[in-house]
């Protein structure tokens, strides 16, 4: 029990931070995970819904499986054989790269940072595409008021956000966000 709220509960695709469709904190799933974010006892959701990305990824070429990582941010199919590097990539649209990584398992989960000009002999990788000669804004992400590593049955250490897990155990030992949030001392909202 760690005292704490349910603000939001999505299903996860591929035991990963990608949702698949969101839920009530009380929906109960036939699921062995699922995202539960988790806020203060007995308090609303403070985090506003992210902004709408400047760079319109959808129109982007090659973006595998429509995975949009990020803000400018996406994992690129063909990449070995098309675009060879990250900068290859930002450069056929025009912008300048200012992130790179290897994906894991055809999604936006990182394997390990890379280099813009780092060759890489996979089909995709993940890029972050800012603007033209913009090198790159990115703070890093301050840190969350939640200590989630403290948090039972977190799949695979996997944080989606500021107190925001992927749930492991999750149909049978919890049944819903609200009931994993209420064994933490947190409430749904």
Known sequence: SINRTCTGAWEEHGDSCLVDHPMECFTQLKSSDAICECGE?????ASPPPPPSPCDEQSWPDVDHGLVCGPCKVLVDNFETTYGTCGGYCASINRTCTGAWE?????CLVDHPMECFTQLKSSDAICECGEAGVAPASPPPPPSPCDEQSWPDVDHGLVCGPCKVLVDNFETTY???????????????
């Open 175 to 189: 049944g819903t966000c609200g009931g994993y949030c209420a064994s933490i001392n947190r409430t749904c909202t």
């Open 41 to 45: 006892a007995g308090v609303a959701p």
């Open 103 to 107: 994906e894991h398992g055809d999604s």
